[in-house]
């Protein structure tokens, strides 16, 4: 006798009200806003600008989730996108990603 277990998609509780909310990532930078790239400031070329679709991305290299906000301001070189990676605060600003000083 074979038994099936109902399957029940992840973003479902146990009584079907969906909680998409609760599952979609907020952006590394401001957290506020829902992250939709995935950016990889650190390679895997030599720009800063490598903005892709999450599961897109270049296998390897660190990934930050950032909001569409966020990546406009990267990709004009302008303040105000700080994310931290391995405890290690960073601000990007003039098409470069630097060490906070704090």
Not at 13 to 26: L, P, T, Y
Not at 38 to 50: A, E, M, N, R
């Amino acid at each position: 006798m074979v038994y099936y277990l109902p399957v029940v998609p992840h973003f479902l509780g146990v009584d079907g009200n969906s909680n998409m909310e609760s599952i979609m990532k907020k952006c590394r930078s401001c957290k506020t806003n829902e992250s939709v790239y995935t950016w990889q400031p650190f390679g895997p070329d030599d720009s800063i600008l490598c903005f892709t679709r999450p599961g897109y991305h270049y296998r390897g290299f660190p990934t930050i989730g950032i909001c569409e906000d966020c990546k406009d301001n990267v990709e004009n070189g302008n303040p105000g996108v700080i994310f931290t990676y391995k405890k290690t605060g960073y601000y990007a600003l003039d098409h470069q990603v630097k060490e906070t000083p704090f």
